[in-house]
């Protein structure tokens, strides 16, 4: 009677485990296999002095299936106390990750 106990909790474990894989993956985001490249580009010009410069920056695109490349831009604080925190990819299990950059 314990070992089939032991074997109903281990594999209620096991199939947990996967469920909350599954589940973070769907909460992280669209994963990829391979880290797309940043295109080369040049700097623009700044529009005024109180603008912060994000040079690398992505957004998923629903139509294509892919990540745009959203960088090369100047943008202006919500706050002026805050400052821009870089977004960034993280290889995970399952590809490589997007994480947004944020105000802070």
């Known amino acids: 009677m314990k070992k089939i106990l032991l074997l109903l909790l281990s594999i209620s474990l096991s199939t ?4 909350l894989a599954q589940d973070k993956m769907k909460q992280k985001g669209h994963v990829v296999k391979v880290k797309p490249k940043s295109p080369r ?3 623009i010009v700044s529009p005024g002095t109180n603008y912060v410069y994000i040079n690398d ?3 998923w695109n629903d139509e294509t299936g ?6 090369n831009r100047w943008i202006s604080p919500p706050q002026p ?8 990819w993280t290889n995970t299990d399952f ?4 994480t947004p950059g944020y105000w802070k």
Request: negative net charge; proline residues 4%.
């Open 95 to 98: 590809g490589w990750e997007w």
């Open 66 to 71: 892919q990540w745009t490349w959203n960088g």
């Open 81 to 88: 106390t805050q400052h821009w925190v870089p977004g960034h």
């Open 57 to 59: 920056d992505w957004t």
């Open 41 to 43: 580009y040049t700097k």
């Open 16 to 19: 947990s485990s996967v469920v």
